[in-house]
């Protein structure tokens, strides 16, 4: 860091929608080979104000330099051609296209009569691919890749161009350690060739060991920047959300009542095989793995989603067979789903209708449904779960990332489950919230419901928990004791490494 | 004797009875006559379709070919192509434009212009008797735009109205698409915009009720004189309840049998005239009783 | 790889193995019910039925780049038929009279550029206005016949020249005119969609605009290029089929649109855009033509030929679903 | 009070383009044609645009469940000759005939509702293929001839499609009753709430517990049986019918629903929209109709204004003239 021009410079950037004011006179700087930290809340402007910087928006206000140089960012192109490379958090890529196209979308290169250099794009994607140690090549349909593999080829893209900064926006949310790894040396690559890059993350460890700088949002206001070196977790917090948290584990053990849900060598053809385990009233039971281990199925199978292949459910000790949703929910048990967009929410629906979804036939007054009962649901979880919302009519779409999983959450939260599985709950949550929802998760637990807490994160099984479950390929390894766990023996679970079945 | 093949492609089945009827009747009369097989294909209005069909029925190697067609000019190519390959080409119902007689052996059907100058006769004398020859005002619905058959009526009854009756007005027209709910909703029309209207020209019954329909509803149809064509069993009954005028009496039975027997009267080496019209009398509320009540 | 294709070939299966029971079908059939001694499967028989397939065809390619795209047009049919006006009627002007046969392919021109004209003009009204396709479109669909109406009042335009229609009856190999200009059709449209960087784009618009768009794609121009291509390929369609006909009724291509669109979908274009293949929409073209053909051979009257072409449709797809189905693992959604 | 009223009232308008487009386009045509605002035209363009418009009340439950109903136009030509057959058919008579047009009719939805619904088949296709099934059907049942009832002044049957009640049209009363009703179960109850959840992301709504199959069939019930509802008007107020009555509706209905602001992606729409979409239409064909167009004429001005109209409506959603779509 001895050139201190800045790579890009952002003064009094102001953008409105209707009703919110996401961005109110942001100004800071990154410089050159220098990895800067954006924090803040779930909505607080952070995507918002990369977006200006990508082009995709258009400021009401405020000024963009890059080297120095005032810029205007009139669409991504132009944003591209300044040296700005936008890795965005909601994925932003054609399935039915290669990886090599999506990687290279908007500029593939070109031969003669205006066709595809295919040679010349395979060869530049493999290069690139082969980079991040992926497991796919530069042909292969972004519509076959998982989920984390899809963030891959987004984050491929920051490899394509010599770019001057490039933007993060939580591009670890649906990657797991592994892939982190090879992200992580992705950065350090770009920080060594002078890249001034943004990140941005909920994820306090990362921000620790990756960045040399944090500048802080609230609000839509810029609440100053500070160096991660002479900082830390609880100076970032309080900047952010105006007051500390307090992050200790939760380890109040509680009285824990008769299994409420049992599985007998459930599986469902290869995509899980003979899973056996249970969870107890007033247990919080954490399942971890690899993406691709199969929690989500055995999850979705719980909830009547998929057929078991063979193997038996039992609720309260009766041998069950759930056949969908409905069934599923009838029979007390809840689903928060791993893909908020997709299978969360309705976009184009407010908050209120999307949260009171499931139960909309059982708020009735007459054949109506009850606007009063609704919106009573809906303003006792706002402000369980501080959902930032302009009104409950705004359309859930319009949310930032974190409050729309938020709603989510609350919509089955509030059907009150005697069973409640959450796939990857705290997915681009900011760390307030996601400390309010592992205290609500446990809290749950305490009143007797039963928890099953898929994720990807290690650090939030170990602290939820009460035992987790670590799974590779389809198969339950073993089962741990959450106090006696170590990370080691975790990790050599869930890579197969660890041959014996629990 | 040996049997023979004869094709026919028809306009639109089952856009209204008239056409259904022909079918069934050509049908019924192939099957009476031992010796003749018939290939019936339906262009459904669509002249690329009927193109199509010409060109399979020249495939399929058809002794003789019937065509009603979808659009006199549109067919000549294809006329020619049959008319190339040895197949004998007969016109139905609605002839073909003058470029293509080369290749045509017969037309049968009514004539259409005839028809629409007695439309004009049937209204102009009704107006006479009522003594409004010189001051009455009508309006007109004709058939589907572009079609043959609803342009010759139109024209001919456009030509032929202001030699006999040269004071009447012909204030408007619009198509009603072969469409009785159509030619009502443009009726409806008419008579908001018209305080005065003494008769209703349609190109064909079905569109004549449909017009009588909204005179009804709006309680002005004692005042008018309704003329249609194609006597339908519905243009019928409200003549015989007196509600409508007069029509032109066109049987489609008639129309297919006498396509089919010229086909077979060309078959058998016969001298056919080239223009081969059956007769389609003026049917008028007093004159009724002379005719059958339409089967279509 | 090879087992991408594979799969692929299976995943837009149906459709060629339609045709093929089809064909297997109406040759058999045709021995029993069929009047004429000619085959079904002949050679000859065949051909016609690519140029029997190009009106409709050569508008469903257009489509299925528009589809792809994520857009629709439903102006097709008028557009059609004001560019096969155009065609004619300017044959008629004493300046071209004068030229004689060499007005043409100057009135071919004027047709091409018509039907381009028409769709730049839906496609700048999707552009600038951000109104949905279907809704520029199917006012187009009105407003283009409206102009057909004007162009001759009712009456249709004609004019005939047997150096055009010698021309449109002309073969090579047997395939006449408009059959090869299907084909041709075909082949280009084809490498535009799978090898030049317009066609991955559109494939990239059609299946997530946001994401073209903030990679950098101009998504307006190049929906508008399109716009004008489907233009031109039904006025082409028009130049083909009235070549060789010589008169336009106002009504012509009534309906066109919604058998184009359904030749797209049995071909495996997705309805939202992002998916689709040239050659799967020839097949289903054929498959269409195919159908009301055979039946034709076989001698079914007017209402089994909508009952049967109706309930084939349904089978298509059914089949179609059937053959796309992830087994039993599949998340009941 | 007056200021605050009049605000409030902008800020509705402002959401409301399509109603704003409406009211422009009705000052224009009166200040061109006194009569077009006459009593008796109002009811008249109500009256001949209540089979399209109750026809696209049922199409805008559909559409809002993110289906298409191609077949509404061929299932009217069917209804309406089914209850005039039965009608002349002694056995049956106007009161049994009516109640046994709407059993089929609803089997033919039902027929899409399985099909899209149960059987996940794309509605395009599906209901296409119905289009043209349904017309065989039809031909097949009547022989292809018109139908026609015979002794018009012995049966209460015109009661439907040219009674009045209160001074009103009946067609224009079933119209707006049967509005009202549809447009309080799409807003008010819990099935109108699940077709919005089914159209506007199904995953999801499966996610919800909502039996996404269920709904879509209901929704192709519902829209059958406002066909039936439409057929019965037809037929009566012709007293009479072509097998091609209902023929090229289909796009028409849809054109009035998507007019109104209900999205072809689904999840979106109103009754009241819906309404006001079909309302624009009717006026439109009839003020051009008054203005003594020629009918082409008139196919160009609806072009122009259905694009102005929806133009108008999105702009003032996204407060912009121009879209901004690079
Ligand atoms: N297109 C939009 N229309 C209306 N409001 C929007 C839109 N996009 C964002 N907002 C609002 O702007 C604010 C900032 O959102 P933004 O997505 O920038 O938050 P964020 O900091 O990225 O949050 P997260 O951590 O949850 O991703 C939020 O209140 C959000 O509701
Ligand atoms: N190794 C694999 N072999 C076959 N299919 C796989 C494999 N890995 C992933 N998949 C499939 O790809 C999909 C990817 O889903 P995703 O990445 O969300 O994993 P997942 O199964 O949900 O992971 P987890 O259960 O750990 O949350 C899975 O549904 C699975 O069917
Ligand atoms: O009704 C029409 C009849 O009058 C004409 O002769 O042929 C076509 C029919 O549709
Ligand atoms: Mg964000
Ligand atoms: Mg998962």
Known sequence: MTDHTPALRLKGIVKTFPGVRALDGVSFSVLPGEVHALM??????????MKVLGGIYQPDAGKIFIEERETEMRGPLEAKANGVMFIHQELSLAEELSVAENIYLGELPRKSFGRVDWATLYSRTDAILEKLKVGFNARTLVGDLSIANQQMVEIARALTVDAKAVIFDEPTASLTDAEKVVLFDVIEGLKAQGVGIIYISHRMEEIFKMTDRISVLRDGEYRGTLNTAETNEDEITQMMIGRSLDISRNVEQVELGPVALRVENLSCGHLFEDATFEVREGEVLGFYGLVGAGRTEIAETLFGLRKPTSGQIYLKGEAVKITSPIDAIAKGISLVPESRKEQGLVLGMNCRDNMTLPQVADLTAGPFVSDGAEISIYDQYRDRLSIKSPSWKTAVGNLSGGNQQKIVIGKWLSMQPEVLIVDEPTRGIDVGSKSEIHNLLRGLAKQGYAVIVISSEMPEVLHVSD?????????????????????DSLIQAISGIEGTAA | AQTITIGITQNNVGVDSYQTTYEQAFIAAAEANPDVEVVVLDAGGDVARQIAQIQDLIQQEVDAMIIWPTNGQAVIPAVREAYQAGIPVIITNSNIA??????????????????????????????????????????????QPGYTTAIERAEGFEQRLPEVCPN??????????????????????FLVQYDDIDGVYSGDDNMGVGALNAALAAGRAEDITFVGATNFAVGYDAMER???????????????????????????????????????????QENMGEFDRPVF | MQNETLKRLIKNGAIWAFIIIQLVFFEVAGRWWSLSDSAFMDLDNMLLLLKQSAPIGIIAIGMTVVMINGNIDLSVGATYALAGIVMLDSMNWPFMEAMGDAAIPLAWLFALFTGAILGLINGVIVWKTGVDAFIVTLGAMLGYRGLVFMYNGENPTYHLNWTMVDFAEADILGLQTPALVFIAVVLIVWLLMTRTVHGRNAYAIGDNREAAVNAGIRVGPHIVVNFVLIGFLAALSAVAFYSGSGSVNPNDGMLFELWAITAVVLGGTKLAGGRGSIIGTLGGVIAIQLLRKGLGHIGADTETVNLVIGTILIAVLFLDRQLNRKGAEELKV | MADQAMKSLGSVLARQGILVAFILFMVSFTLWNPRFIDVDNVFGVIRSSAILGIMALGVTFVVIGGNLDLSVGSMLSFSAIVVLDLHENPAFGPALAIPAMFAMTLCLGAINGFLIGYLRLNSLIVTLGMLSAIHGLTLTYSGGQNMDIANQNETWFDVFGRGEALGIPIPVLIFLLLAAFLGIVLAKTPFGRKVYAVGGNGTAATFSGIPRARVVFMTYLISAFCVATAGLIQASRTMGAQNTVGQGMELEVLAAVILGGASLLGGSGTIFKTVIGVLILGFIQNGLLLAGLEFYVQFVVTWIIIILAVWLDIATKRGKLWSPIA
């Open chain 2, 242 to 284: 007196g509600e409508y005028w007069g029509s032109i009496y066109q049987s489609p039975v008639d129309d297919a049998q006498a396509a089919l027997q010229t086909a077979l009267d060309i078959l058998a080496g016969e001298d056919v005239p080239f223009l081969n019209y059956f007769d389609t009398p003026k049917i008028t």
């Open chain 1, 40 to 49: 803040g809340e779930n909505g607080a402007g952070k995507s918002t104000l």
């Open chain 2, 168 to 189: 009447v007005t012909l204030m408007e027209s619009q198509p009603g698409n072969w469409n009785r709910e159509d030619a009502q909703r443009v009726m409806e029309a």
């Open chain 2, 98 to 143: 003058e470029d293509g007689f080369d290749f045509v052996r017969s037309f049968s059907g009514p004539d259409n212009i005839t028809q629409g100058a007695r439309a004009a006769e049937i209204m102009c004398e009704r107006f006479t008797d009522m003594g409004i020859q010189d001051e009455a005002q009508i309006v007109q619905i004709t058939g």
């Open chain 1, 467 to 487: 035992r987790i479950v670590a799974m590779y390929h389809g198969r339950i390894m073993r089962e741990f004791c959450a106090t006696e766990v170590t990370e």
